[in-house]
């Protein structure tokens, strides 16, 4: 059984790293290199295998103070990288604000301001991708609005505006009742998924084409022709969801509202759809739901595995199978360049290899 053979490895924290507020994998080399977030706002360069780290920039970004939390959702500051580890962003999940920084320079290149509405029900809206070359950054603007931006020089790269209806009282064209949530880059960073929900409170995870978006179509996220939805869930969002590959994805629980949910994955295949009944709009053709995962979820490519309270479990999500745990461990983070779950508690970082 796959775990069965790996051990749990634990080494301690730099003494020079200050409390960690966050941590996000540089994605791009297969050795185990991450970003690091300090409680001062000090953002490092952290190579587990050299064992040491470097202060690379800092951040800013206001606390909010008045926030006040839904659902048990503390405002909480969350550490972005981009791919190769040049830009990070740092926002208020949860919250109102967050900024990009170029490591290179130390400027921030992009103030982030989602306008608030609701945002206290989802986490920032934002990630990292790659556009022709270039760097760029996925953010929420609105309640009901996403925009693609250059990291580098902070530029607009979906300029628009709902076009004005000829009758006072009808509903724009592309205007969108979402709220938008978590957002996840497919492995070959050609698709978005986004973990958002609609009124009355229902989650409707979606996902769309990247490069649609910013080089043909800048309404793609709102209705957009390759814009699909995955299911409905009743007062459920912000769970368990991971990329499983290019086109499918796995989605924590089983059910469709919030009071009858069970522990469990559902896997969807967004290259294929269907019709939902109503409103008939493109819907993921769903693979296949198995009982057992829970928690956060992550994926090599291959495998689903489902971190819960105490136990990492791998899953073979294209039959349903548990293939192994790896007990006693449950890890916040996961590199999927170097295939490393990472947990870390009390200045002692505890690793385990897929």
């Not at 970004?61 to 962003?89: I, K, M, T, Y």
């Not at 760097?135 to 607009?156: M, P, Q």
Request: charged share 25%.
């Amino acid at each position: 059984m796959i775990g069965s053979n790996g051990t749990v490895s634990e080494i301690s924290a730099p003494p020079s790293l200050d409390a960690v507020a966050d941590l996000a994998p540089v994605r791009d080399r297969d050795r185990p290199v991450w970003l690091a977030l300090g409680e001062d706002g000090t953002i490092s360069r952290w190579d587990l295998t050299a064992g040491h780290h470097k202060a690379v920039g800092a951040t800013t970004v206001p606390a909010e103070p008045d926030h006040e939390p839904w659902n048990g959702h503390q405002l909480r500051r969350r550490l972005h990288a981009s791919h190769g580890g040049r830009f990070a962003a740092v926002v208020n999940d949860y919250g109102r604000f967050g900024e990009v920084v170029d490591l290179r320079t130390g400027e921030v290149t992009l103030a982030l301001d989602n306008q608030g509405d609701e945002e206290e029900t989802v986490p920032f809206s934002l990630e990292f991708a790659q556009s022709r070359g270039r760097c760029v950054v996925i953010h929420r603007t609105a309640w009901n609005r996403l925009d693609v931006s250059d990291a580098e020089t902070g530029v607009l790269l979906t300029d628009r505006s709902l076009p004005t209806p000829a009758d006072a009282e009808a509903v724009p064209e592309h205007d969108l009742d979402y709220f938008h949530g978590a957002l996840y880059v497919s492995p070959d960073g050609k698709r978005i998924l986004d973990d958002g929900w609609i009124w009355h409170p229902i989650g409707i995870p979606a996902v769309w084409d990247l490069d649609q978006w910013i080089e043909g179509n800048v309404w793609e996220s709102e209705d957009g022709p390759s814009r699909v939805g995955l299911c409905d869930r009743a007062d459920y969002w912000d769970h368990g969801m991971t990329w499983i590959d290019s086109t499918r994805v796995a989605v924590e629980g089983l059910g469709d509202h919030d009071v009858a949910m069970r522990p469990g994955a559902r896997i969807f295949d967004t290259s294929r759809t269907g019709r939902s009944e109503p409103p008939r709009r493109p819907t993921a053709v769903e693979l296949l739901a198995f009982e057992g995962p829970t928690g956060r979820f992550f994926s090599d490519g291959t495998h689903l595995f489902s971190c819960g309270d105490t136990d990492l479990s791998i899953w073979d999500p294209a039959e349903g199978k548990l293939l192994g745990t790896v007990p006693g461990f449950s890890p916040a983070h996961y590199h999927p360049g170097a295939q490393q779950f990472l947990q870390l508690a009390d200045g002692v970082v505890r690793l385990w290899t897929a």
